[in-house]
Each structure stands twice: as structure tokens, then as C-alpha cells.
């Protein structure tokens, strides 16, 4: 039996009731939202609206916020961070930020604006939070943080860099990839400008779903721009959202998936922790070294070498030996990787989800026992 610990990337195992919701709209007679006033477009339309109130009340927004959808937080962050960052303006980051942060910025940083990078500790990635000050200049218009790590699961302190960003009159964008659905986020104080997240994680939704929740006054372009089904000899994207950031046709299949998921999160009752019998486990196993903050808060990804063997030669033989999925190499995060100290080989990444069981665990510890004692 296959085991799967690489929800991290996504979650492979969905409630019943997303196919459930994907086959009854493909199935069913259901349109483009807002492109007509006929019954299959105001179907469409209004699978569109439940899911953005369902995310809404998932976040904890009020009405200064608005969600849009897009394909995952990729399309999220590149659609926020272009669409607020102008030449001569300054991002803090830090160096926890998958590629999707790291790109956009990169390319921006061309465009005349700049950034710079909060530093992590070796080994344990813990975030240096007094650079953010150190960082601070007065072009600095945004932070942009990675709720937690994608690598060694830590989890920001939110509470820290809002108040950081309130002090100082920044906006604040959250990439909640790896915590959307598992740990509690917050909108009411309104300090989060913009909160990206993805579907296809651990709100168990499909691929290919995900948006962002922002705020409705934040001074944003499009990236992406084309047709509203409103405003056809308008020359300009509309402004209103969530149409400024949804030109063309959404995912309405995608969207009535994610809207079960969040449902069933919502109503699901705490599961299993294992990641602290996880991590306990296995600092017994001789030869393996563990990467991360283990007294602080966090999710459960576990990033792990054995000795010097290359992560990619690991994670083969747990699948080919054991069948266990996970994730080797750098997780599309270089800088997390040349803080720990794994540029050379990265890590094998285990990530866990709500369908985890112990004796998965357990299977999985065994295999790396055996593997190190090699």
C-alpha cells in the first residue's frame, strides 16, 4: 500500500464531497458567471458568490475585504505584488519564500523597484525578526512573509510583523500556501492587505483553485486583463472587484470543489496531532538530521538527511523500497535552503495531512531506521 506524505506540494487524498460538488456542476446546467442573465449564468454566478462568502467566513473578513479567485497562490502573489509594487518602491521579505515571492520580485527588482531579504538561522530556520527594522528605509511600501515555511514547517509570527507593518504604514501580504485550512488566520483587525492562498493544500480543494483575500481599497492594477462580461467598450479593466482581478472565466467547477472542501474543514472535528510523536521519533534515529524550530508553533513538514547521502537518493529509495511518497531536493525555496546549509543536496521533505494515520507514521519512521543504519 502507498503511503503519501508530500502534502506540502498538495493534498493527494480529498473529502468525497469535492468530487461530489465538481460532478454536479458538470454535470448540471450551470454558465459563466455574469455573462448573461439567463439561468445558467446566474447558476454559475451564484457558485461564485457562496464560494466567496464561504472564504470570507473561513478568514474571519468583514466588508472591507473581497475575494478573488485565481488557479493558486502563485497567480495570487504575482497578481498583488505587480499590481501594487511601482519602480522605486521597497518590499521586506524573507528568506522563508518559495519561488512564487522570490520570482515576481526578481523581476520587479528589473522594473526599478527593490527588496530585501530578513535572514534565517542555520539548521533551525528560525526568522531574525529585528532585521525587519534594519531593513526598513523610507521607500519601503510592502512586507511580504510566508505564513510558514514550506521546508521546515516554522511558523510566522503574524501577530509580530502586523503590528511591525501597522507601526510603519505597510502593507502587509501574507502567501498562506501551507496554512490556509490547518492553522486559524484572522482578518477582522484588518492589518493583512492581502492574504494569497491555494486550494489544492490543506483546504483539500482541487488544483488549480486558490485567490486572494484583500482589501477593497488597495491601490492595485490588473496584471492580467480582458473580458468582464460588463463593461465591453471600456478601454481599461474595471476597477470594482473582485472583476479587476478575474478577467476572463473562473474555475466554476474548481470553485464549487474548493467551497465543499472548505465546508467539511469547517465542520470537521480536530484530528490526530502526530507531528510531535513524529519529530520525538525521530531524533532516536542515529545519523539523521532534522531541520527546523521545534519550540515554537508550526505545521506539520519535516524536512530530514541522512548523513551525507544526497535527499534525492533518499527519497527514491523510501519509494521504490517503501512506497512512501515524499518530496526531496530544494522545494522551489533556494533561499530557506542556503540559510539551513543544504544547498549542495537539499532535503527530503515528509509533510502530513488530516488523512495521515499513526501507523504511517510509524511505517515511515521504520523505513528511515532502516535507511540510516546503512
Known amino acids: 500500500m502507498n503511503i503519501y506524505l508530500d502534502n506540502a506540494a498538495t ?23 455574469s455573462r448573461g442573465a439567463h439561468g445558467y449564468s446566474l447558476a454559475g454566478f451564484r457558485v461564485a458568490e457562496k464560494a466567496r462568502n464561504q472564504i470570507k467566513e473561513l478568514f474571519n473578513a468583514d466588508q472591507r475585504y473581497e475575494v478573488a479567485f485565481t488557479n493558486n497562490a502563485t497567480v495570487s502573489l504575482n497578481e498583488v505584488l505587480k499590481g501594487l509594487i511601482r519602480a522605486g518602491d521597497h518590499v521586506i521579505t524573507t528568506s522563508w519564500e518559495h519561488n512564487s515571492v522570490l520570482r515576481p520580485l526578481y523581476q520587479l527588482e528589473a522594473q526599478g523597484a527593490s527588496f530585501d531579504v530578513v535572514s534565517s538561522e542555520a539548521v533551525t530556520g528560525r526568522l531574525n525578526y529585528e532585521e525587519f527594522a534594519e531593513k526598513l528605509c523610507p521607500e519601503t511600501k510592502a512586507v511580504v512573509c510566508n505564513h510558514a515555511s514550506n521546508v521546515t514547517g516554522n511558523l510566522l509570527d503574524l501577530k509580530w510583523v502586523k503590528d511591525f507593518c501597522e507601526e510603519h504604514g505597510l502593507y502587509l501580504i501574507i502567501d498562506a500556501s501551507q496554512t490556509a485550512g490547518l492553522i486559524p488566520i484572522d482578518l477582522s483587525d484588518g492589518k493583512i492587505a ?34 468582464d462580461g460588463m463593461q465591453s467598450f471600456s478601454k481599461v479593466q474595471p476597477k470594482e472587484l473582485p472583476t479587476l482581478l478575474e478577467a476572463g472565466t473562473i474555475n466554476i467547477p474548481g470553485i464549487a470543489g474548493l467551497t465543499a472542501s472548505v465546508q467539511w474543514l469547517m465542520k470537521k472535528d480536530s484530528s490526530e496531532k502526530l507531528g510531535d510523536y513524529f519529530y520525538q521519533e525521530l531524533q532516536k534515529i542515529e545519523g539523521l538530521t532534522i531541520y527546523g524550530d521545534f519550540n515554537s508553533p508550526r505545521v506539520d513538514v519535516f524536512s530530514v538527511n541522512i548523513k551525507d547521502a544526497e535527499s534525492a537518493i533518499v527519497s ?48 515511515a519512521l521504520e523505513a528511515l531506521k532502516n535507511l540510516a543504519s546503512r
Not at 12 to 32: C, S, W
Not at 220 to 225: A, D, K, Q, S, Y
Request: charged residues 15%; negative net charge.
Open 316 to 363: 527514491d529509495l523510501l519509494w521504490e523500497e517503501y512506497q512512501i511518497a515524499t518530496r526531496p531536493g530544494y522545494h522551489c525555496a533556494p533561499l530557506m535552503h542556503d540559510a539551513l546549509g543544504t544547498a549542495d543536496r537539499g532535503t527530503v521533505r515528509l509533510s502530513f495531512s488530516t488523512f495521515t494515520t499513526k501507523a504511517e507514521v510509524d511505517t
Open 194 to 227: 492581502a492574504l494569497c492562498f491555494t486550494g489544492h493544500k490543506s483546504l483539500y480543494g482541487p488544483q488549480g483553485t486558490g485567490g486572494v483575500c484583500l482589501l477593497k481599497d488597495l491601490p492595485i492594477e490588473p496584471v492580467i486583463t480582458g473580458g
Open 11 to 33: 493534498t493527494a487524498q480529498k473529502p468525497v464531497v469535492v468530487a461530489e460538488a465538481m460532478t454536479q456542476i458538470l454535470t448540471g446546467e450551470y454558465g459563466n458567471p
